[in-house]
């Protein structure tokens, strides 16, 4: 009788409930009138952002900005795992500074990119670039470090050159951790260039929020808001996507990832 | 020139405010965010049905920019302290519950049915069972939660200016004041680097206690 699974039912009467609690919120006016304006507005709002063609230029400046700072992130972080994963005496002294900086707000670091880069899109490549380089890092390096030994002693057996063993045994058995790390990685370079774009620039999903919420049209915010989280969550599913291709690719390596 | 800057900014007391005004309201919210998630990490415990539901809801919450919320929550709070206590405490309560839950749910069964042949009442199953054996867990959780706080009331102090010491950066900034920036950027580091170097210090004392 009861095919569908509870949890599952449970999930979908609490997004039920949360839209019902909010719909009565916004007709009791017991908020300010305007601040939580009914779903199906914002459903409406959103509607119109996509189908004008609105939010398009502003989805193309987010998306190259985030993925330009990714790419930079990711040519800088993954070599830098790489070396310090090999390096159990460098991984010492290197290791603890990213672990500490990992966990500052990097947003605070915008500032200075605005004034080395300008307004322009190129500091919020900067602070994407930042925000994922971390994460990819760690990741990295935990990857690198992790390597089965064996695979080292042979490549040095039949005289692997150093590119050899780098581009032959570590990337190929770095390939889960580090495609685990891209996944965080790239969303947080993408939530580091919106947060950029939040606090000055002329372009951008993040610049469309903060638009419409400085001339109060609220709808039209939570609607950005809302397309800026599918777009956010579009890339986090992708990534998912393709880490499990990656898992069910990688062969044994003796060691649990 | 930052350090001096610094130095004549602390004679004059002007640092000690907005420092203090950050370490309060991190406080606030840590102290709000630990009971709410460690409550609700319980509770998904203990009501292992709703558990399964509300754990991928909460992780797909956690997965996404929560943080770009922070619109509404000025909206519905005003420009106070008010919306990035009521921001960052959404922040630092998901992977406070996460964590909890996982850790209760990670507790070896055989210490359940032994403290139940033993008769205990709940109230000493949780004090002496579940609670030692899922603290390394619960632990690791609330230090995820205070990063996650702190992270969110710098980044939303320099985003909306109302103080604190993610303000000063901003301000330094938009009236080029250079030392003033980096004063801010520097402070803002050190502040969060020792909260959390002190932190990984009091996490494992409390663990070699075990």
């Known amino acids: 009788m009861n095919r569908i699974p509870r949890p599952l039912l449970i999930q979908a009467g609490t997004i039920l409930l949360f839209l019902a609690l909010w719909e009565i919120v916004g007709e009791s006016q017991l908020l300010f009138r305007g601040i939580v304006p009914s779903v199906l507005e914002i459903l409406g709002a959103a509607w119109m952002q996509v189908s004008t063609g609105f939010v398009w230029p502003h989805f ?10 990714f790419a930079a992130a990711a040519l800088s972080a993954i070599p830098l795992g790489i070396l310090l994963g090999a390096n159990p005496f460098l991984r010492r002294i290197v290791e603890p500074p990213i672990l500490y900086f990992a966990a500052t707000p990097k947003i605070i670091l915008f500032p200075i990119f605005l004034m080395a880069f300008g307004a ?9 670039a930042v925000s994922g380089f971390f994460p990819l890092a760690i990741n990295a390096t935990l990857g690198a470090a992790s390597i089965n030994e064996i695979f080292l002693k042979v490549a040095k057996s039949v005289g692997a050159s150093r590119l050899q063993v780098m581009t ?13 790390g891209m996944r965080l990685a790239l969303g947080a370079s993408i939530v580091g260039a919106i947060l950029g774009e939040l606090k000055v620039s002329n372009a951008g999903l993040g610049f469309i929020i903060i638009q419409a919420f400085n001339h109060f049209r609220i709808a039209e915010m939570y609607a950005s808001i809302l397309l800026t989280f599918f777009f956010a969550a579009g890339v986090n599913l992708l990534m998912s996507l393709i ?7 990688t062969p044994e390596r003796g060691i649990g990832w | 020139m930052i350090a001096v800057a610094a130095w004549e900014r602390l004679l004059a007391g002007e640092l000690l405010g907005p420092f203090a005004k950050t370490l309060y309201e991190v406080a606030v919210t ?3 965010a630990s009971l709410a998630g460690l409550t609700a990490g319980y509770l998904l415990w203990r009501y292992p049905l709703f558990g399964k539901a509300y754990d991928d809801l909460l992780g797909a919450l956690f997965a996404s920019p929560v943080i770009l919320l922070y619109p509404i929550f000025l909206v519905v709070f005003g420009r106070d302290a008010k919306a990035i206590i009521a921001m960052a405490f959404i922040t630092g309560a998901i992977p406070i519950a996460m964590n909890t839950h996982q850790g209760l749910r990670d507790v070896n069964p055989i210490y359940l049915k032994v403290g139940q042949s033993i008769k205990l009442t709940r109230r000493q199953m949780v004090r002496h069972v579940l609670f030692p054996a899922a603290f390394p ?7 995820l939660g205070l990063t996650y706080v702190l992270i969110s009331v710098i980044a939303l102090e320099f985003l909306i200016e109302i103080g604190g010491i993610g303000t000063i950066a901003s301000k330094g900034y938009f009236w080029f004041n250079t030392e003033e920036l980096y004063l801010g950027v520097v402070g803002a580091m050190l502040l969060s680097m020792l909260l959390i170097y002190l932190l990984g210090k009091l ?3 409390l663990l070699s206690h075990e």
């Open chain 1, 60 to 69: 193309l400046v987010t998306t190259y900005e985030a993925f330009a700072g």
């Open chain 1, 120 to 128: 322009q899109l190129e500091s919020k490549m900067a602070m994407a």
């Open chain 1, 168 to 180: 032959r045994v570590y990337l190929p058995s770095m390939l889960l951790p580090i495609f685990a």
């Open chain 1, 243 to 249: 880490l499990g291709k990656v898992r069910r690719f």
């Open chain 2, 30 to 32: 840590f102290v709000i």
């Open chain 2, 137 to 143: 867990a619960v632990l690791g959780g609330l230090k």
């Open chain 2, 203 to 205: 996490e494992a004392k």
